[in-house]
C-alpha cells in the first residue's frame, strides 16, 4: 500500500514539474505578451534621480529587440557584422555566449528586433532575412534551424522579418506571408513542418502573434500588411479574417496602401473583442468576434491612437500607449476600450513604447531614452517620477522589461538594470 501511495506521489511530482517547465516561458512583451506584469511591492515613486542603477553593459551587439530573462540569464538579439547574433549574458552583464542566427535584415533599419522566446531550456528566434532556429538555452549551441521564408516562398515587406515567435504545445508558430501560405506551424523539437494555412496573397508586417482562450478553443492572431488573421492552432485553419488595410484605406487621414502599412501592433484580446492599430494616421477598430468566431464585426473606430510600435496596454477598461504625428514625434493617449473615446492626449517629449505593472505605467520615449512613471488613469497623463538613461546611443525601440524587483532597459548596444522593488 505504501510502495503505491509513494508511487502516486512520483507521479504527482513529475507533473508539476512538468507543469511548471510548460509555464516557464519567457517572450515578448512579458506575461502572456499583454505588456503587463504582475510583481508586488515596485516602487510607486522613485528617487529624484531615478532608481539605483544595479549594473549596465555597454559594447553588446547593437539591436532593437526586448529582453527576455529567465534562467538567471538575459537573452537577447543583437547586429554583428550583418548578422543576427543571439547573446545571453548573466545578472551582472557578462557575456555568457553569443551564436549567429543568420543573416540580418542588410536594408533599411538593419538592427536585430526579434524578442527572443525562452521556454525551459530551449531559445526560439528569428533573423531578419527569415532564419527560424531552435537554440539550447544554457550552451548556445543550435539545435535545429530552416529558412523559413524560402521554405514556404514568404513575402517581405520594407524592413524584412520582425517576428518575436509564439510557442504552444509542440508547435512554434511563424508568419510567412506569400503566395503558398500565410502561417506555419514547425515542430518546436525537430523544426519540421505540422501544418501551413491557405494563402491570402499577403506580406508580412512587422507583428509578433497573441494566443487568445475562448474556453475550450484557441485562436492565434496577428496582423499581416493588409489582414488580421485569427488561425486554429491545432490545423491551420484560418477561422477569422478582416481586411485591415481595405478598411483603413476607407478610414485613415491618408491614402497609404499595400506595403505602405507598418503594422508592428500584437493585437489586444479582452473576450471576444480584438483591439488592433497602426501608425502613420492609420485607425484603431475594435472589432468583435461572433459566437462561432468565425467573424470579426468593428465596435468602433478611433483616430487619435495611432500606434507606431511602442504597444499598448488594456487596464481596468482604458487603453494606454503613444500615438504617431511624424515619425519623429507623438502624443500620449488613453483610450475607453468600451466606446473609443479619447479620455486624454498628452504631450510628453515624444511617442515611445509603454508597459505596466499594478496600475502604474511605465514609459519610454523613444530619442533621447527618458523613462517615467504614470499612473494608470483615465483623468490624466501625469509623470509621477522620471528619469534618462545614461548609457548606448540611437533610438530607443526596445520595450522595457521587469523581472524579480528589476527594471530592464535597452538602448543600441548598452543594457541596464534598475532596482524598482
Known sequence: MKTKKYFLLALSVVALVNFVAAQNISEWRGPSRTGIYHEEGLLRVWPE???????????LPKGYSSLAVTNETIYFTGLKDSLDILVAIDFSGNVKW???????????????????????????????????????????????????VERFKGRFSFWGCVESLLIDGDKVFFTAGGDQTSMVALNKKTGETIWSTKTLNDTMAYA??????????????????????????????????FEFGKFCNKKANRD????????????????????????????????????????LTPVWVDSTLDIHH??????????????????????????????????????????G?????????????????????????????KVISSFKVPFGTGPCWSHMVIKNGVLYVRRGDAIMAYKIK
Open 256 to 295: 497609404w496602401i499595400g506595403a505602405s502599412f507598418t503594422n508592428t501592433f500584437t493585437p489586444i484580446v479582452n473576450g471576444k473583442d480584438v483591439y488592433i492599430t497602426g501608425g502613420y494616421d492609420h485607425v484603431g477598430v475594435k472589432l468583435r468576434l461572433s459566437d462561432d468566431l468565425s467573424k
Open 310 to 351: 511602442g504597444g499598448a496596454v488594456l487596464i481596468n477598461g482604458y487603453i494606454y500607449g503613444s500615438n504617431w504625428i511624424n515619425n519623429g514625434n507623438g502624443n500620449w493617449c488613453c483610450i475607453d476600450w468600451e466606446t473609443g473615446k479619447t479620455m486624454y492626449e498628452t504631450k510628453w517629449k515624444t511617442k
Open 208 to 241: 509578433s502573434p497573441m494566443m487568445a482562450h475562448f474556453g475550450e478553443k484557441k485562436l492565434i492572431f496577428n496582423i499581416l500588411t493588409n489582414n488580421l488573421v485569427g488561425v486554429d492552432p491545432e490545423t491551420g485553419v484560418i477561422v477569422c479574417n
Open 49 to 59: 534621480n531615478g532608481p539605483t542603477l544595479l549594473w549596465h553593459a555597454e559594447k
Open 98 to 148: 553569443q551564436t549567429v542566427i543568420g543573416k540580418s535584415w542588410v536594408y533599411s533599419f538593419p538592427d536585430s528586433r526579434c524578442t527572443p522566446t525562452v521556454e525551459g531550456d530551449k531559445v526560439y528566434v528569428t533573423s531578419g532575412t527569415g532564419d527560424v532556429a531552435c537554440v539550447n538555452a544554457a550552451s548556445g549551441e543550435i539545435i535545429w534551424k530552416v529558412n523559413a
Open 353 to 381: 513604447s509603454i508597459i505596466a505593472n499594478d496600475d502604474m505605467l511605465y514609459c519610454y520615449e523613444e530619442k533621447t531614452g527618458y523613462v517615467a512613471l504614470v499612473k494608470a488613469t483615465p483623468e490624466e497623463f
